[in-house]
């Protein structure tokens, strides 16, 4: 029954994290003089107040949720994947690139090439980092920052110069932006909203996951490396290779955000010189967002949708309290840092448990490790 | 055009402004080798520049009295390293994910006071040049290093103080050993836990100073996002240098001088695109990682929370 309590806790413990973000977020709306129950509530109105609210909260939790699986991925194999926002915007341009040449060839097969060219620009983005970290043991946080800030520079480069809409290029202007994608290319809307189907696609994606992650070798050997390395290593299993192929995997749902912003939401790349220009931060939202589903796929959904309804509600708590949407973005780095700080809790929990297991039957208690990377491996 | 570059006047130019843009690289990298030096790497630099800077910013314009911005900059920034500090020694927290939500909390919260303390861009008058007596009236030279304003001059006398104090005093022995071997060291007697809060309260004071030196002494602004990645550099350049603050100067000089390039390249007109410029000390910094990782190593308890066995 404590057991139960016990684990029933654990799963609240991102909830609670985030009510106590919210409720600083009260004290510093108490400070900037509003009234946090005004504030919060135009909050959920902007967020979940009517279709369009909640269709505007899906559109923005779709790129979260999509990122989030790959973070879900990497993390899951102890690699700290923070090239969100580059794995993003070098997927969107690779997309854009396909939907802007093969203008004769049939909608659904353009979206199909541009979702993978996107998958596949995020992959290559992604897995440059992995390389570096699997066989020249470069630290991968810092060579996914660097290559964030490569995929910016790479995004102005080609928006002002070789992909610029040619009917900019003969503006004095010269706004950086890509010529507009065919309607033809448009990803459908699933209802009379902005809503579109790369909503759905990422839900199935978070099915896939799972079913990667807990019923395949592959998922259960990145785990399995995340989990210990080198118990792994003496299992067989070759390291280096999972490492590579969770970041890669991991760029390659963030390439996929990136095309699905592009083809389900603006229909054109443009610039202002920042990468969350682009990205709106959903780069490290996402990673917010799978913390909070606790690295798994399925809870990722519900968690991307909070912080989507969190970023729409935002804009609406701005027009009616004059309350700067950067507050949420605070509060989110606040949730992030009591989400992994709470973790300490769920940590010595399972030790206790573990050592009353070991009293009972009067053995040494286990090494969880190990023990955990056998069963990855029996199951494999 | 490109001739123009050439010029002795550019030279001097492009020279003495990477000299200056060098600085809250210098202020924040060399706080954060001190963290990584006793194991904890601290990602939330950005933020905490951020904040340092709108404080900074804020105060200067307010009161008028620079040193009081700096001075707030520099609380500012320890309290964040406080909360980091907590965060990680005490609560075990994974330090690289940590770093990202201290990330978020101050770009979050440095816009956030921007717009409801500030509303609009102002500028403050920043710290004056010091030209310094006879050196400066050294032609070119002068220009170069003895005109600057007087962050810039403390900055890089930290190079030669993180040096020795990291290396010649026993504050400094404490520390690398704590990020070495923590658990000779706390056998020892050194106490972990105290160590690693001063060395993270010290680089969030430093990029607290990092942010100010920015937003009052060089562009005299604020901005909403205005170190727009400068702080992830900054910790990027602690592995450049191999965690030496002599290799942490030469990083921060090859990225402030080929921005300044850049900037140059731009109000000349000359028709580079300025965005590879731009790209290139990312691409090198990757290239020097791979070259000196297989031979230079990181402290070896770096991102290990520390917990006495039993």
């Given amino acids: 029954m404590q057991q139960k309590l016990g684990s029933l806790f654990d799963a609240l413990l991102p909830v609670i994290a985030t009510f106590a973000a919210l409720a600083v977020g009260a004290v510093m709306l108490l400070f900037l003089k509003v009234n946090p129950i005004d504030a919060y509530a135009a909050l959920w109105d902007g967020a979940f107040g009517s279709t369009n609210a909640f269709a505007e909260t899906l559109v923005k939790a779709t790129p979260l949720l999509l990122v989030g699986l790959g973070i879900c991925i990497s993390f899951r194999g102890d690699v700290i994947n923070i090239g969100g926002e580059g794995q993003m915007i070098v997927g969107a341009v690779l997309a854009t690139w396909v939907g802007?040449?093969?203008?004769?060839?049939?909608?659904?097969?353009?979206?199909?090439?541009?979702?993978?060219?996107?998958?596949?620009?995020?992959?290559?983005?992604?897995?440059i980092p992995g390389v570096l970290k699997a066989y020249f043991n470069v630290n991968e946080i810092l060579s996914t920052v660097m290559m964030n800030a490569i995929a910016v520079q790479l995004m102005n480069f080609l928006l002002r110069g070789p992909m610029i809409d040619p009917s900019q290029a003969e503006l004095a202007s010269k706004i950086p932006q890509t010529a507009r994608l065919l309607d033809a290319f448009r990803l459908p809307r699933l209802a009379p909203t902005r809503l579109h189907l790369g909503a759905l696609i990422a839900v199935i994606l978070a099915i896939a996951v799972?079913?990667?992650?807990?019923?395949?070798?592959?998922?259960?050997?990145?785990?399995?490396?995340?989990?210990?390395?080198?118990?792994?290593?003496?299992?067989?299993?070759?390291?280096?290779?999972?490492?590579?192929?969770?970041?890669?995997?991991?760029?390659?749902?963030?390439?996929?955000?990136?095309?699905?912003?592009?083809?389900?939401?603006?229909?054109?790349?443009?610039?202002?010189?920042?990468?969350?220009?682009?990205?709106?931060?959903?780069?490290?939202?996402?990673?917010?967002?799978?913390?909070?589903?606790?690295?798994?796929?399925?809870?990722?959904?519900?968690?991307?949708?909070?912080?989507?309804?969190?970023?729409?509600?935002?804009?609406?708590?701005?027009?009616?309290?004059?309350?700067?949407?950067?507050?949420?973005?605070?509060?989110?780095?606040?949730?992030?840092?009591?989400?992994?700080?709470?973790?300490?809790?769920?940590?010595?929990?399972?030790?206790r448990r573990l050592a009353i297991a070991g009293q009972e039957d009067d053995s040494p208690p286990p090494q969880p490790d190990d023990k955990k990377v056998n069963q990855a491996e029996a199951g494999a | 055009m490109i001739s123009e570059l050439f010029s002795v006047t550019v030279l001097i130019g492009i020279l003495a402004s990477g000299i200056r843009l060098a600085t809250p690289y210098l202020y924040a990298a060399i706080g954060e080798t001190f963290g990584q030096k006793s194991g904890v790497l601290n990602l939330g630099v950005e933020g905490q520049m951020l904040l340092g800077a709108f404080a900074a910013f804020y105060v200067a314009l307010t009161t008028g009295n620079l040193w009081l911005g700096v001075l707030t900059a520099m609380i500012v920034g320890a309290l964040m390293g406080l909360a980091m500090a907590y965060v990680t020694v005490n609560l075990h927290a994974q330090q690289g994910i940590s770093g990202i939500g201290f990330y978020l909390f101050g770009l979050g919260m440095?816009?956030?006071?921007?717009?409801?303390?500030?509303?609009?861009?102002?500028?403050?008058?920043?710290?004056?040049?010091?030209?310094?007596?006879?050196?400066?009236?050294?032609?070119?030279?002068?220009?170069?290093?003895?005109?600057?304003?007087?962050?810039?001059?403390?900055?890089?006398?930290?190079?030669?103080?993180?040096?020795?104090?990291?290396?010649?005093?026993?504050?400094?022995?404490?520390?690398?050993?704590?990020?070495?071997?923590?658990?000779?060291?706390?056998?020892?007697?050194?106490?972990?836990?105290?160590?690693?809060?001063?060395?993270?309260?010290?680089?969030?004071?430093?990029?607290?100073?990092?942010?100010?030196?920015?937003?009052?002494?060089?562009?005299?602004?604020?901005?909403?996002?205005?170190?727009?990645?400068?702080?992830?550099?900054?910790?990027?350049?602690?592995?450049?240098?191999?965690?030496?603050?002599?290799?942490?100067?030469?990083?921060?000089?090859?990225?402030?001088?080929?921005?300044?390039?850049?900037?140059?390249?731009?109000?000349?007109?000359?028709?580079?695109?300025?965005?590879?410029?731009?790209?290139?000390?990312?691409?090198?910094?990757?290239?020097?990682?791979?070259?000196?990782?297989?031979?230079?190593?990181?402290?070896?308890?770096?991102?290990?929370p520390f917990e006495r066995e039993n």
Wanted: aromatic content about 10%; proline content about 4%; cysteine-free.
């Fill in chain 1, 100 to 127: 802007l040449t093969f203008t004769g060839l049939p909608g659904w097969l353009v979206i199909t090439l541009s979702m993978l060219a996107g998958f596949l620009g995020g992959a290559v983005w992604g897995g």
């Fill in chain 2, 110 to 304: 440095s816009d956030l006071l921007f717009q409801k303390m500030l509303g609009t861009v102002e500028t403050v008058k920043g710290f004056p040049k010091i030209y310094i007596p006879g050196l400066s009236d050294i032609p070119g030279i002068g220009e170069i290093f003895f005109s600057q304003n007087i962050l810039v001059y403390l900055a890089y006398a930290l190079v030669p103080i993180g040096w020795f104090v990291l290396n010649k005093t026993t504050l400094g022995l404490k520390i690398r050993s704590v990020g070495e071997n923590p658990d000779a060291a706390d056998s020892l007697g050194v106490s972990v836990a105290r160590i690693r809060y001063f060395t993270i309260i010290l680089g969030g004071t430093l990029s607290g100073v990092a942010g100010a030196s920015m937003s009052i002494a060089l562009l005299n602004v604020f901005q909403q996002n205005m170190t727009s990645g400068l702080g992830f550099i900054a910790v990027a350049l602690v592995y450049f240098g191999a965690w030496r603050p002599v290799g942490v100067l030469g990083g921060a000089l090859l990225f402030s001088l080929i921005n300044s390039l850049q900037l140059w390249i731009q109000v000349l007109g000359i028709p580079i695109p300025s965005d590879i410029a731009v790209m290139m000390p990312y691409v090198l910094t990757i290239l020097v990682l791979v070259a000196t990782v297989s031979r230079v190593r990181a402290p070896s308890a770096l991102t290990k």
């Fill in chain 1, 210 to 351: 799972y079913v990667l992650l807990w019923r395949t070798t592959l998922g259960y050997r990145i785990r399995a490396v995340g989990l210990n390395p080198n118990a792994s290593r003496y299992a067989g299993i070759k390291v280096q290779r999972y490492v590579v192929l969770a970041l890669l995997l991991s760029g390659a749902f963030s390439g996929l955000a990136g095309a699905t912003q592009v083809f389900g939401v603006n229909y054109r790349m443009i610039t202002d010189g920042s990468a969350s220009g682009f990205t709106g931060s959903a780069g490290f939202n996402g990673i917010v967002a799978a913390l909070f589903g606790q690295l798994h796929p399925i809870l990722t959904i519900p968690a991307s949708i909070l912080f989507g309804a969190l970023l729409v509600g935002a804009n609406k708590m701005q027009r009616v309290v004059q309350v700067p949407s950067a507050l949420i973005t605070a509060l989110n780095g606040l949730v992030v840092v009591f989400v992994v700080s709470s973790e300490i809790l769920r940590k010595r929990r399972q030790r």
